[in-house]
T-cell receptor, first 112, second 115 residues
Framework: QQQVKQSPQSLIVQKGGISIINCAYE??????FPWYQQFPGKGPALLIA?????SEKKEGRFTISFNKSAKQFSLHIMDSQPGDSATYFC???????????FGPGTRLSVLP | SQTIHQWPATLVQPVGSPLSLECTVE??????LYWYRQAAGRGLQLLFY??????ISSEVPQNLSASRPQDRQFILSSKKLLLSDSGFYLC??????????????FGPGTRLLVL
């Protein structure tokens, strides 16, 4: 119930391509879904977040798509760049004292 | 603006030695505080979290302990390090957004190598 599943585990994309990372959850009490970007040797940094009252949120080349009925959300990176190469974590948070839960992470490599 | 500090940045310790990692947060009051451990190439394992001074919850039983002596200070300790304690230790603070939901913000991390 507390788990957030994330796929793929690793992803290789050519420069200029679209990177797509998917996450799924079971607990319907989750209602806030942030994504984090982590470069090697650094702490994760908040990238973008969405609440389930919207189906999509876009910030620059990064877009979150949210499907409440399927309990799934995804991160799309348009025009992927080598500088986007990092590990991406999805997460879920909720009201009523729900703990903050992270997905296992996706290692993205964007080839030049 | 809020800032989170961790030190040291890197630490090499022999097996059986003690450990003390410190985390401090600036620019906020009464934050939720968290310690995570990350093995190389792996995900984030929650070790401890704290909702206030002296209030510590442990997620994983092990030879580590945590303390919160001040509102914005969180300390991770061990009396005797094991080889398996090696990893990347991350401190985070939780910012409660509207409706009680929380976003976590991470510090720069401490790389610990136990030899």
């Amino acid at each position: 119930q507390q788990q957030v599943k994330q796929s793929p585990q690793s992803l290789i994309v050519q420069k200029g391509g679209i990177s797509i990372i998917n996450c799924a959850y079971e607990n319907t009490a989750f209602d806030y879904f942030p994504w984090y970007q982590q470069f090697p040797g650094k702490g994760p940094a908040l990238l973008i977040a969405i609440r389930p009252d919207v189906s999509e949120k876009k910030e620059g080349r990064f877009t979150i798509s949210f499907n409440k009925s399927a309990k799934q959300f995804s991160l799309h990176i348009m025009d992927s760049q080598p500088g986007d190469s990092a590990t991406y974590f999805c997460a879920a948070s909720g009201n009523y004292g729900q703990n903050f839960v992270f997905g296992p992470g996706t290692r993205l490599s964007v080839l030049p | 603006s809020q800032t989170i500090h961790q030190w040291p940045a890197t630490l090499v310790q022999p097996v059986g030695s003690p450990l003390s990692l410190e985390c401090t947060v600036e620019g906020t009051s009464n934050p939720n505080l968290y310690w995570y451990r990350q093995a190389a190439g792996r995900g984030l394992q929650l070790l401890f979290y704290s909702i206030g001074i002296g209030q510590i919850s442990s997620e994983v039983p092990q030879n580590l302990s945590a303390s919160r002596p001040q509102d914005r200070q969180f300390i991770l300790s061990s009396k005797k390090l094991l080889l398996s304690d090696s990893g990347f230790y991350l401190c985070a603070w939780g910012d409660r957004v509207a409706g009680g939901r929380e976003t976590q913000y991470f510090g720069p991390g401490t790389r610990l190598l136990v030899l």
